[in-house]
């Protein structure tokens, strides 16, 4: 089976067909989530194959649906592709992301915003735009110290809603 929510699910069909993969694959067209009952059989996946990631790993929420698809249908021993993951944090000092912050935030200044004063808003804008994770090339010179690193095993992994990674800041 292959459980594919975008428009990709019938072009994967017509590489199964030009494969002649069709008694062997079957493409269901469907967000995992949303999967009519009975389309697949419980615990009679052999691999499960993903792209569970979202950026720094996690954010996008999607290794929740690779969990789901691993207690619903994975048979015992089964596998799954990718096995694991790792999430490197490096804490960085890069100038032109704070000032790209601190622009965006000129928004929150206003005191007349049809009828509105915004102004309150400024800290906090800053504040949330700078804890941000920057998902972006990272030039080696900002980094401020090695990466925090969090290694994920897909195959006993729960639900992450909260991840704290300590770093060492180099002076």
Not at 95 to 103: A, E, I, K
Request: hydrophobic share 40%.
């Amino acid at each position: 089976y292959a459980v594919e929510a975008s428009l990709m699910a019938p072009k994967a069909r017509g590489l199964i067909g030009c494969n002649r993969l069709d008694s062997v694959v079957e493409v269901v067209h469907s967000e995992l989530e949303n999967l009519p009952r009975g389309s697949i059989p419980a615990l009679g996946v052999d691999v499960l194959i993903s792209e569970p990631m979202g950026s720094v790993l996690l954010s996008e929420r999607m290794i929740e649906s690779y969990i789901t698809a691993r207690e619903l249908y994975l048979k015992p021993n089964g596998r799954m592709l990718p096995g694991d993951g790792t999430i490197f944090i490096p804490p960085c000092e890069r100038p032109s992301y704070h000032t790209d912050v601190l622009q965006k935030a000129q928004f929150w200044r206003q005191t007349e915003f049809h009828g509105v004063d915004l102004s309150g808003m400024e800290p906090e804008a800053i504040r949330d735009g700078l804890a941000q994770p920057v998902v972006d090339h990272v030039p080696p010179r900002c980094l401020l110290s090695q990466p925090a690193s969090h290694f994920i095993d897909f195959h006993t992994a729960v639900s992450y809603t909260h991840l704290t990674l300590p770093t060492k800041r180099i002076v």
